[in-house]
């Protein structure tokens, strides 16, 4: 129960790093804010238009983002655990 909180809590503080280390913020210079690592599940638009399209958002690819994210950090517990009994054993 313990590894699985720590886990989870690990995953959404990856997510929310990588959502804002590669967010891309271009509202000041006319441009569009995309948001989402590997794939953009948010956008905004932005600059002087004069038709304004409603904000973009993926259900989907959050999901996506968030399994990708959940199975990095699940992956790396794999190899960590295998490295650390190897060592013990050794």
Do not use: C, H, Q
């Not at 804010?33 to 794939?39: A, L, M, Q």
């Not at 002087?48 to 958002?57: G, I, L, M």
């Amino acid at each position: 129960m313990k590894r699985t909180l720590l886990m989870l809590s690990f995953t959404v503080l990856l997510f929310v790093i990588l959502t804002v280390v590669t967010a891309s913020i271009e509202t000041p210079f006319d441009g569009n804010d995309n948001f989402g690592f590997p794939v953009r599940f948010y956008k905004i638009y932005g600059g002087k238009r004069s038709f304004y399209p409603p904000n973009e958002f993926s259900a989907v690819m959050l999901l996506i983002d968030v399994v990708f994210v959940y199975l990095a950090v699940w992956l790396s517990n794999v190899v960590l655990l295998k490295f650390k009994t190897k060592n013990e054993n050794a």
